[in-house]
């Protein structure tokens, strides 16, 4: 379907699980095929497997992944062209950590050499030079990040990183959020992930989607409505959901008391 006929099924494909499974974030896919699901919508969702050509759809998710099929997830995307010609007719794109960075200009491989990415986010992923960003990660929506469908700012976004890479948002595209807790893009600006479009970008796993349902409503909303204003989706019972999102984020307001109690036992008072 063209992205907004509400007649025809929605499609939604994560994109080459084979390899870039290794986070769960297959789960963001699923997560969004349940919430259309749920709300009576025709919905079909592909595990888009490396190798064979990539199938059209109207939500794309691209999960992490470890850095040699990091390159050749963005090599054969590159090659392939479905990913960038579907953008320019309005299909979302969302991505997390090797996913996201293989959005942008350029990424690292394990050895510090670039790589081209498909260009399809203003941001550019180098080697970071400190430990690798590995824990739980916090941020609140940058003000200029899309908001809800009704207008109410997205919550604040709770997940988990683990990356080497450090990014940097260029000018045709926006910062997503800004750091709490966690590294985030890591560029020493505090921001974390960047959107363009349709196209969002993100350290977080979780799956991100499963935590933070106010994203998946967002990308979902842009899928069915194509306008500037999307109706907002009608609602779910999310109770499962929020309990699940305040217990990571209780979790990490806990350890961030257990390190002040460390640190001041360690100085002595
Ligand atoms: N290989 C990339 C990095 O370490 C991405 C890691 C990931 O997807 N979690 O920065």
Redesign the pocket.
Known sequence: MSPGDRNSALTIAIVFPDL?G??GDGGNGIVLARRAAWRGMGVELVQAGSGRPLPSADIYCI?????GP?VRAATSLNEDGTMARAVEQGAVVFG????Y?LLGRS?PDSTDRAHDGLGLLDIT?RKGTGP?AVGELVATMAPDAPHQAGGAALPRLTGF?????VTSVGPSARALARVVRGVGNGGGDGTEGAWSGRVVGTYL?GPVLARNIALADLLLGWAVDPSDSPEPLPPLDDSEETALRTERLRAVERSDRGHVVSRLFRAGR
Not at 96 to 99: F, M, T
């Open positions: 870039l290794t986070y999960g992490g992944g470890e850095d990091q997390v950590c090797a996913g960075q990424f992923t690798r990183e683990n990356h080497g890479g796993h």
